[in-house]
């Protein structure tokens, strides 16, 4: 725990203009990022007496051993600047927002010849028109299919699209009337461009001029006799009403806005959005987060807004967007809202009226919110912390181990040997800290063999950290050992230390786990113990989990440890071990995946993927290239005559691959002479020659 005042800046040192200012521990991550009018005012707040300051405050300023800080002309730039950092650096002080769902918006990719209708999640997409978010996927299609009748967009995925072009037929909702098919050319991409342009209208809230077009083509038709047409127009009519009966209007003046209302206790707060287009709820989404800052419910709201629009732009941000506090100040705040959109927002809290009311409505929907989130974590809280503590309890540790390591082997019969690491931290995997491995210093399969030269390796790297950073020397004081660590790894020379100076970020096996588990039984948690002493780590705890009984072992004992089958200590050691088998298994396939698309080119150094192709294209074949001589091979751009004879060395000594044969029609397909690709050549049984 560092003292403040090591650390406090010089009198007079600290300027009197607004800024953004980053804590940083001792290992040089960015803990907290914070702006203010004044950068003076603000960082002599956190040097104050230790006991006067709130209690997450002290906690923040003790763990942190450095501050600094950017100036900048405005606070609309302070604000744009600590938003940017907080993305960035994800300091663990700061409020930090996460969906407690992922709510699906309905999509339309206008960004293809065919526009697509779909439900999508996740990030937004460049080219992709949005609504919502909805609380529920059953909600989007059911809206979706009752505009099919009226908009008879596409709504098939590419391989069902491209299969119905293939074979000159569209699928059934093309025989239903519900896709305009234009995967067989019923449309055009022009005339199926503007039916995706006219739901896009319809979804944005632009309905009354539709329906009124809509009716008077009905009217024209029963005058005209034309009575069947007009009954389809009456039932296009009624489906599109009832399409807009499930969005009620909520405020009559036809308002484009969003809601956010704010439920907050001592140690969370929940955060509602409610998004109205048009005077009706178009979307709906939901936020909770833990308060490790001492901040209020105006900061809560200015926190949300940049999560909310922080990557929004044009008509994403609305004209009026209603809080139940302003920030302090807020005119920066609605400044750059107004910078986002383009135009002018409006950012209040309402007094009266139907918004006041659509505002307790939010409101409520955040208070039970943070209720359901509470129960939820309450009970996952209770069981990680179970876990982890029947973990300590049954290997004999000191503390739990809030970051746990687990390593894997994963071969296909000795070939291809890769390793994998997952990170488990207080309970919850860490993908961001996953590392996977080749082994190197043997071929072959060895299970034993292969766990310790990965651990080794991955110590080896912790070690060099440490030393770089002055934080260890090895026995003769010198550090040396360190660097010789590194050399044996093979691994990059990292200066620096653990910390990257430039984003502030933990580097590769920057830091060390209380637990080490391994896949495997004695064995291998004998070569990950031997490993680690080797090294001379002594503070990290290892044991294995077999899976036939799904025992653990212990370095030096003879019998395994059994866990209940009901122990939440064994759950969590078999899903960090199943998540390693399952990291090492993806690895091991895409290596196999890769040698077996690899051709005779592959392996000549020096050659890469462009020029490959370009003595592909050149010759039209690898038959051709490979009776092409040194200097019709040099006449290709780029390739030199070393190249070139490394080129025809790998092609000598690669074995030609028989004719291909067409299964279904037993016809064998070869390469002919002066072509570049495969012909055809009948195979005609029962003829002689």
């Not at 521990?25 to 003076?40: E, F, M, N, P």
């Not at 519900?178 to 309905?207: I, N, Q």
């Not at 006799?225 to 399409?243: H, V």
Request: charged content about 30%; overall charge neutral.
């Amino acid at each position: 725990m560092a003292d403040p005042s090591s650390y406090r800046p010089q009198p007079g040192q600290i300027p009197d203009s607004p800024g953004v200012y980053k804590f940083r521990d001792q290992h040089g991550r960015v803990i907290y990022v914070g702006k203010a009018k004044s950068l003076r005012q603000r960082l002599s707040s956190y040097f104050q007496d230790i006991a006067n300051l709130h209690q997450r405050t002290r906690t923040m300023v003790t763990t942190a051993a450095s501050v600094e800080w950017t100036v900048v002309t405005t606070e609309v730039e302070a604000l744009q600047l600590e938003y940017s950092w907080i993305k960035e650096f994800d300091p663990r002080f700061n409020v930090k927002y996460r969906d407690d769902k992922s709510y699906p918006s309905l999509a339309v990719t206008m960004n293809e010849e065919f526009p697509r209708v779909q439900v999508m999640r996740g990030p937004k997409r460049k080219g992709v028109r949005y609504f919502g978010p909805y609380a529920h996927a059953w909600a989007i299609r059911e809206t979706v299919d009752l505009l099919l009748r009226v908009f008879p967009v596409r709504t098939c995925s590419s391989g069902v699209f491209k299969r119905s072009a293939q074979i000159g037929r569209p699928c059934l909702l093309g025989y239903i009337g519900k896709c305009s098919a234009p995967c067989v050319g019923r449309v055009t991409p022009e005339e199926h461009r503007e039916l995706a342009e006219e739901f896009c209208d319809f979804m944005a809230g632009r309905t009354g001029t539709y329906l009124r077009r809509l009716e008077q083509q009905m009217k024209d038709a029963a005058v005209a006799m034309e009575y069947e047409k007009a009954a389809r127009l009456r039932d296009d009519i009624e489906a599109l009403r009832r399409a807009m009966e499930k969005n009620a209007v909520v405020l009559a003046d036809a308002t484009d806005a969003d809601l956010i209302a704010v439920a907050e206790d001592e140690l969370e707060a929940a955060v509602q959005i409610f998004h109205v287009r048009d005077g009706r709820v178009r979307g709906q989404r939901g936020w909770v987060t833990d308060r490790v800052e001492e901040i209020g419910t105006p900061e809560l709201v200015e926190h949300a807004l940049q999560q909310l629009y922080g990557e929004e732009r044009g008509d994403s941000v609305p004209k009026e967007v209603l809080v139940p506090a302003l920030p302090e100040p807020y005119e920066p705040v609605q400044q750059w809202l107004s910078e986002r959109r383009g135009s002018q927002v409006s950012l209040r809290v309402p007094q009266r009226g139907d918004k006041k009311d659509l505002m307790a409505t939010v409101q409520r929907n955040a208070v039970q919110a943070l209720a359901l989130h509470k129960t939820r974590r309450a009970s996952d809280l209770t069981t990680r912390s179970r876990a982890l503590e029947e973990i300590a309890e049954a290997l004999g540790l000191d503390t739990a181990p809030l970051r746990i390591e687990c390593f894997d082997i994963s071969h296909l019969q000795g070939d291809d040997v890769v390793a994998s690491m997952v990170v488990f931290e207080d309970g919850l995997a860490r993908k961001s800290e996953y590392r996977r491995f080749q082994i190197k210093s043997f071929a072959g399969q060895d299970d034993v063999r292969s766990m310790h030269e990965v651990v080794s390796r991955r110590f080896r790297r912790y070690l060099l950290e440490k030393q770089r950073t002055g934080e260890w020397v090895d026995g003769n004081g010198d550090g040396d050992g360190a660097d010789a660590a590194g050399a044996a790894d093979g691994g990059p020379e990292v200066a620096g230390g653990p910390i990257d100076p430039d984003t502030g970020r933990p580097r590769k096996f920057a830091y060390p786990p209380q637990l080490v588990v391994v896949d495997g039984g004695a064995p291998q948690v004998a070569a990950a113990r031997r490993a680690l002493e080797e090294l001379g780590v002594e503070e990290v705890a290892v044991c294995g989990l077999a899976k036939r009984l799904e025992e653990v072992w212990l370095p030096g004992e003879d019998d395994p440890v059994i866990l209940p089958r009901t122990s939440e200590g064994l759950y969590l050691l078999q899903r960090v071990r199943d998540e390693a088998h399952r990291f090492a298994i993806a690895y091991q396939r895409s290596k196999r995946s890769k040698s077996m698309k690899a051709g005779a080119l592959d392996s000549v150094p020096g050659l890469g993927e462009s020029r490959r192709q370009a003595l592909l294209k050149h010759f039209g074949s690898l038959k051709r290239l490979r009776a092409a001589t040194v200097e019709q091979i040099c006449e290709v751009p780029g390739v030199g005559r070393r190249t070139a004879e490394a080129v025809l060395v790998a092609l000598a000594g690669a074995t030609p691959a028989g004719p291909a044969v067409n299964t279904a029609t037993g016809e064998i397909i070869e390469e002919e002479e002066g072509t570049a690709g495969p012909v055809t050549v009948s195979a005609e049984r029962g003829k002689g020659s």
